[in-house]
Structures are given as C-alpha cells and as structure tokens.
C-alpha cells in the first residue's frame, strides 16, 4: 500500500490515458506481500470519489484509485493489523463507513484488536474468526450495530392485552412490515422513566388504524401513550467473537438494536461492567454459546450477562455466566424463551425474567445455578401504585432449575423461583430443586427458606408441580398481594411435592382455590399446608386428592393443615385423606371431643368404642371440619362380640352438632354425619 500511494508521474499516466497501458494497480498486500487474503486490483477512479479511506479510496499523488468489494470484505484491506497494541478504532470506522447493507466482513483468525467498531444503519454479518477486542473507548460500546429510531407517535387510548389494532394520531409515515416500539409514561417509585415498552410489527394499515402481528401483550395504562417507528436493520449474525473490558469501560462489550433476524453465536465476554451481551428491540432472532465471565462489578445495575430489553421472539440456548449478577435478564420483552443457563457464582437473581416487572410469555428451561440468592425472578420493581393493580405477570413457564444456596442460612429468607409482588396468570412451574450448600447446622427450621415464593393475586391460574429440596423451611409459600382484589375462582394447582426435612410444604395467606396431589416429607416439623394468616383472606375452595399424601404423612394425623383464628370460613372442595384405615379406634371419655383429625381418614369410617357411658362435650361433642360436605360413617362399638354393651351420648345444642335434644349413638350400629353450615348433621 505505501508503494502504491507513492506512484511516480508515469505509473499515474499510464493509468488515465485514453488508451492506457494500465487498466489499474494490483495489490499484492497491505502493509507487506501476503498479508491480505489475495490480491485485489484497484482502477482509477471517477470525478468525485468518495474521500481516501484507506482500503475502497486510495489518494496517490493527485489521484484516487477505488475498488469495489463484492461479497466478503476482510478487515486486512482497509489495514486493520493483527495482534497490534495500537488504537485502530479509526481504521474500523473507515470500514463501518464503507459498508452496505447486507455486507460480510471478516476479520483474522485469532487476533487481537484495540478499538472499538460501531456499525449504524447496516445489516450484514461479522465473522471474527474467534478474535479478541478490547476497547479503547469507555463511552461506548465495543461492538455496536444499530438501526435507527424515528420521532415518536401519540396513540389515541391504551393499547392493552389481547388487543390486535390500535389507532394513532398519524400512521402517514408508517408502513406495513416496519417494527415499532409501544410505550407509555410508566415511571419506576425512584423515578426512573421508561418502563413500560412493547416491540411490535406492523400487519397493516387503515386509516390511522394500526394493526399488529400476535396481540399486545403488554398494559398501556399510564399517562399518553405513543409509538417509536424504526427502521430496523435485518439479518445480523456475528460469531466467534471474544471481549475483554478494561478496568475503565462501562459501556456494553456487544450491543445489537433495532434490528430483525438476528444471530449471535460463540461470544465470550470478560471483566465487563455494564451489559457483557446486550439486544435492544430486537425482534426474532437467537443468541446461542455466549460466555459472560468475572465481571469486574456486580452492584445494582453491574455485572449483568445477557441482556434482552424490550425484544420480542428471542431464542437463547447454552448461556454461562461466572460471577454474574444476573447471567440473563430481559427487560419488557415477551415471547422469548432460553435454555440450558449455567451459573456457579451468581450474585443476585441468576436469570430475571421481569427485571422493572413489565414483560411476559417468557419459557425457561434447564438452568443449573448456584448463588446468594434467587435462580430465577420476576420483580415488580418497576411498579409504582397506579400500576400494581393492573399489570400482570403473565404467561411464565420455568421449567427444570436445580439451585444450590452458597453461604446461606436456612432461618433467614430464600427462595430459589420468586415472583415479586405483581399480580400474575397462566403461570407454570414443574421440576425445581434447591438446596443449601451446607444443611448440617440447621437445627431448627422455621418457613423463610422456600423453593418456590409467589406473592400476588392470581389473575389466571397456576401449575406447580415437582417440587424438592433436602432440607428447607416451607417448599411453596403462597402470598397475596392485597385482600381486595384477588380473584377466587382461578386455580392453583400444586403436585408432587418434597422436602426430606422441612418446617412444611405449603403455606398461604389468602389463596382461596388449591388443588393438591402428591404431598411428601420424610420428617415434618410443621405442618403439611399452612392455609392462612392473620389478616388475610381464607380459601374457600381446596382439593387434595385420595393419593395425594404419602403413607407418612397420613399417618401424621395431626399435621395436615395447621389452622389460626383467622380461618373462619368453610372450606369447599374434596376432604383430605390423613389416617391409613379405620383400623385404630377411638375410646372416648367423659366430657371428651371427638377430635377433626380422627375424621379424616382413608375410607370416611371412624369406629368409637366406648368403654362405659359417656357423654360428650356438651359445646364441641365432635370438632367442626374445615370442609363443607365433609362425609363420615361413625361405628359404636367393638369388632368382637361385647361382654358389655355402652352408649355414646351427643349433648343438644352443641355449637359443632345440628341437634336440638341429646343424640345417644347405640352399641352395633353406624351413624352417618355430614358436615354443613358449621355443623355436623346426622343424615342417617
């Protein structure tokens, strides 16, 4: 290159003669013979070329020689160097400038490059051959590729979930196929603007009416709504890259926005501050084999590993971190999904699905974490008052996460899958486990500690389903967010759960409708299922299947369901099973109650077998059931043949049996009670 920008007057004139003897000027290499994958031939150039640019443009003595690249562009013909300590972030934004869209640009085999490459306007593909970047710019990402944002558009009303078509003040300007960005006023409690956002593509237009691809996903609720057009850019893929922050850089190592069909493919990313790996309304598109490791802070807002913020249809698989503070978090995004997420090191919620709480229909499958806290999240920090109630957590699936809590004591609050405080629906969770790093010193538990913590009102329903840990506090806790606005009639449904160890496995302060089948621990030192809390509100609807306890805890007959004063209604639904059979009978006594638990039991029969005249508690002869239509045969007497024959006696007006006078249950006959309206009532 230096021999050609130094041609003499006759090489120049034997270039622009009418007949020249040259039609123009083989390179053989840039800096020396060899170094540029082929040669390349430059022409003379017309009036007016574009500026030197050191590899398309070449000024030499009065005259400028161009070459045209077709298809591939290596990196080495505008003089990028190999493995140079030197800032080439000018030599890289000649060749950011150079490039039209759809372009392919590749870079040499496990390099090292300074600087940083910023592509605007222009989709193609960067192969970086597994080179390695480190940036010289700290404001400013280090490898950025962007399409463009256009002015914004108000939108008449709020758009919200399950809406195709909205209309706009303006939709001239608009044009089928173009992405646009939803949003509204939404504000974080700190003050923190932009919050609520939804990517969308445009199926048509009428008028000013806009009509989307899918449905709105979001709720646009607060202050004016509007659009952001953009022009995106399309078929981005950039591969076999590595990043190496220095001490000083903040920006994101790897940044793609506006863009559609994206593929980001083998990045390793390290001593990262900011995003290692971040997409801005990116819609459809994969991130597969990235690498996040040693960020060098992991603060609020540091250390994140991939982030996808406000895209839509993103598909991430084989995702590691190594000390991140989240591995993946996605930021107002929705029908994404990501799998196989590894972490050994987390510091704080290893995958945020709803990082400021707005977003949805995300699936989660397979994370293998160990960390301070959660494995996966979905926070409503975003939510201020006016959005609490409205906005819901809608549409998650996690499945497959195996957690390990380092460093943690079981007796102060944990939770490996948590859903903060945001009203939620059509939730699934299946196949967790989570387990402390070190359980040997727990003693005692109590309910902090839970595999899974949900804390809002249901919206939808909800599946729970295989669920374990070795030693926890309560594997399921089940808050509601307020007593006024839950809804009853969704369902929660709850199966296969185990702790070998735990204080419980289910503890609620307010869900109304549960439905429960394979219940186990091995050692119980609470009880099965807490249903209440003071001040809450108290189901009214439970089921809990007729295999639904292990063979142990049913025979823990006084564990099942732990009841404070604040349970004061009647629970509808299918009575537990609690004792193997009828087989141990109950010898009552003077003054005695016949107590719940004893009523629960596998083939609704309970046999009494008095041992003289007795008389019950003339206020609680029988205790009440929690649940409405409770069955029960009652049997008076023993299976041989009596030598004596005794009666049990019901007081009248009892508060917990429907009789005006005494009830005397004879020797050798069967009662049959249903428990209804608060009382046992003898129906034949």
Known sequence: MADMRNLSASEIASLQSTNPTYAGVELLGYYEKGDTPAPIIYYLAPTNPDPDDGGSVIETNGIKLEHNYIGHIHVSYFGLKSNSVDDQTNILNNISSYLSDNFILDFHSGAQYYGNLIIKAKGGILNFNNSEFIPTNDLQGVIRISGVKLPIINVVGNPSFGQTSFTVSDASSLKVNQLIQLEDKAE????????????LKI????GNVVTVYDIVRGIFNTGQVFITPIVSITNVEIKDLKITSTTTHTFPLLWVENAERVKVDNILCINFYGNACRLDSVYEGCTNNIFMEYPRAVSSGEGYGLAINESRHISSNNIYGNGTRHVVDYKCSYRCEVSNVYEPNGQSSCVALAHN???GFITVNNVQTSGNSYAVSVSNQGFNEENKSVQV???YKINNVDHIWLGRDINTYNAAIRFNGGDYADIKITNITANFDDSTNFSTLNSKSNVVHIEGNKKGNIEVENISSRVIGVLIRDDIRSVTSTVSGFKSSFKNLFAHRCF??????GNLNMSFDGLNSFTLEGHVLQLDRSGSQNPNYIEISDKGLSQTLRQSTSKLI?????LSSIIKGTVPVITAGSGSAIIPVTDGIIPVDRLYNSNGFLRIIPTTTVTLNSVTPFEVSLFEGHEVLVSIGLANEP????????????SSVANMNDLVLEFGKTYKFIFYYGKWR???
């Open 188 to 199: 974080r409690p700190d003050g923190l603007k932009s919050m609520n956002k939804e990517l």
């Open 203 to 206: 199926k048509s237009i009428v």
């Open 357 to 359: 709480g707005f977003g």
């Open 393 to 395: 957590f809608r549409g």
């Open 504 to 509: 419980g496995l289910y503890k609620t302060s």
């Open 562 to 566: 732990v009841s404070t004063t604040g």
């Open 643 to 654: 030598t004596q024959i005794y009666t049990v006696t019901i007081p009248g007006g009892s």
């Open 682 to 684: 003898l129906i034949g």
